[in-house]
């Protein structure tokens, strides 16, 4: 399950503050998030809520815009502002129920930041998650795709 997710956090867009003063920190924060919302044994009982959490958290360092555009490529500028606008969140809704339910299976594995790399414009977290019976998997975050604002 990991290791699918892993593939798709690599290529994901990531969002930290402009500073780039901590983006280690900023993800951190947001695995923190989700690993609490996915362990709430009373969200559990209330998917409805437990997925608008999750989609919260992880919409704050998820550039779906920035993403959306570059699926399209050289398309994207034939596209007039309100489909851009309607495509973008589309693409967001469909990333979101495409990977809630591997986030949600998440039981107790341990998550172990190996690495932080900032260089001028780009960020780089790699780390891995191990699980109950020590199988590895990495899951590395980077901004390879551009930036977006959050604070």
Do not use: C
């Not at 779906?64 to 851009?84: C, F, I, N, V």
């Amino acid at each position: 399950m990991w290791k699918q997710v892993s593939y798709v956090i690599i290529a994901l867009t990531i969002s930290v503050s402009q500073t780039l003063a901590a983006p280690l920190d900023d993800v951190r924060k947001v695995v923190d998030d989700v690993v609490h919302i996915v362990a709430d044994k009373d969200l559990k009982k209330h998917e409805q809520q437990r997925r608008h959490a999750l989609n919260k958290a992880i919409s704050t360092i998820f550039n779906y815009d920035e993403m959306a555009k570059r699926s399209l490529g050289k398309h994207w500028s034939e596209l007039p502002t309100d489909e851009q606008k309607r495509f973008a969140d589309l693409y967001a809704s469909l990333l979101e129920r495409s990977y809630a339910g591997k986030i949600e299976s998440y039981n107790n594995e341990k998550i172990i930041y190996v690495k932080e790399m900032v260089e001028n414009d780009y960020a780089e977290i790699r780390s891995k998650v191990v699980t109950a019976n020590r199988d590895e998997f990495t899951l590395d975050y980077s901004n390879n795709h551009g930036w977006r604002k959050t604070g």
